[in-house]
């Protein structure tokens, strides 16, 4: 993960508004990273650690070690130790988000995929037949530029656009700081749009319901297996693209094959957004989400938590329980 790239620090605009994510140390051992302090084993790294690459004559393989990660003059214990403090605090933030959405009945997707697999496209199109129905709201990650955000709007769909400049993914505390900056509605459908990356937005948990996985048939058969981690880390897989399978030769049934090989439970839709194929399917899906969200709410709001103990209250309408959020609600707007 990003323990090789270094990526998420410094450079992340929300809403065109920077701030700076974690001090950049001048000399750290690899850019973006707080330097980390050295252990013990340092210049007499353990056996494991002094060659942790699996090596064949037509073949180095730089994953077979602890941190399943390779980045120069780092040990594997150092890596290790690094991931486990940035994804230990994503985890708390994601926690953080997810009872957010939970108190307010919404519905969120983290749509993750390589550049160009459709995502803006789909959301365009989803939001589109969605008009009118459903509230939603959508948070677009990318490098630079607002484009994508610009897309959406032109839906009448508020969007909120996060730059994470040299940052390939996006993480749970960028959500968070974006929520305070939207106006969610409750019961609503809020999408969040990750930076095209197949390796990275895998390992970060932004408080969604589920990730959903984005593969476009022009990609090739073997992405699953290549990039296993995303693959893994969704529930939903979109085989997107799918009017241009006449001009391919995309094997379908080897994509979802090896789709199931990492991950036996993805559920799988065959999508495109040019023809509409499985539009309905994916809207279903989404529509069962929606209302699993809005039942959860709904039972939270029936447990009302008193000095001791908690009680149910079946008959009575109960008011929503204050929240430390509700302090939060400030520009931006959903329909
Ligand atoms: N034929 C076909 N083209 C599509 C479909 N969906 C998207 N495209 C095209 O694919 C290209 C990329 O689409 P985007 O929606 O911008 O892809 P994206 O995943 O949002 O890209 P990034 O945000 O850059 O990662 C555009 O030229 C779209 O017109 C589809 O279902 N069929
Ligand atoms: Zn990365
Ligand atoms: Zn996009
Ligand atoms: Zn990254």
Redesign the pocket.
């Known amino acids: 993960?990003?323990t090789?790239?270094g990526?998420g620090s410094g450079e992340v605009t929300i809403g065109g508004a920077g701030f700076a994510k974690a001090a950049r140390p001048k000399d750290g051992p690899t850019r973006g990273w707080k330097p980390v302090a050295a252990t013990p084993t340092e210049g007499h790294a353990p056996a494991a650690d002094a060659d942790p690459v699996h090596a064949g004559h037509h073949h180095l393989h730089f994953g077979d070690g602890p941190a399943h990660a390779h980045a120069p003059g780092l040990t594997q214990p150092q890596m290790v130790k690094i991931e486990r403090d940035i994804l230990g605090r994503n985890d708390a933030c994601a926690e953080e988000n997810r009872r957010r959405l939970a108190v307010q009945g919404i519905f969120a997707l983290n749509l993750v995929s390589s550049p160009g697999s459709g995502k803006t496209t789909l959301l365009v199109r989803t939001l589109t037949e969605l008009a009118g129905r459903v509230p939603a709201a959508v948070i677009e990650g990318d490098q630079q530029t607002e484009f994508d955000a610009e897309r959406i709007r032109a839906t009448g769909v508020a969007a909120l656009q996060i730059n994470t400049g040299k940052g390939?993914?996006l993480d749970a505390d960028m959500i968070g700081r974006a929520f305070a900056r939207m106006d969610l509605a409750d019961d609503s459908l809020l999408l969040i749009e990750n930076v095209g990356?197949l390796?990275?937005p895998a390992a970060f948990d932004l408080g969604e319901a589920h990730k959903v996985a984005i593969l476009s048939v022009t990609e090739g058969e073997d992405k699953p297996l290549k990039y296993p981690d995303l693959f893994a880390a969704a529930d939903l897989m979109l085989l997107n693209k799918v009017d241009l399978l006449p001009y391919l030769t995309f094997d379908i049934e080897r994509a979802i094959g090896y789709a199931r090989r990492v991950n036996p439970d993805i559920e799988v839709i065959r999508t495109s957004s040019t023809s509409g194929e499985g539009i309905a399917e994916w809207l279903a899906w989404l529509e069962r989400g929606l209302a699993k969200a809005r039942e959860c709410r709904r039972d939270a709001m029936q447990t009302v938590p008193t000095a001791g103990h908690r009680q149910t209250v079946r008959d009575e309408p109960v008011e929503a329980q204050p929240t430390p959020f509700d302090g939060l609600r400030a520009n931006g707007t959903v329909r």
């Open positions: 993960m990003c090789v790239c990526c390939c993914h990356n390796v990275c």
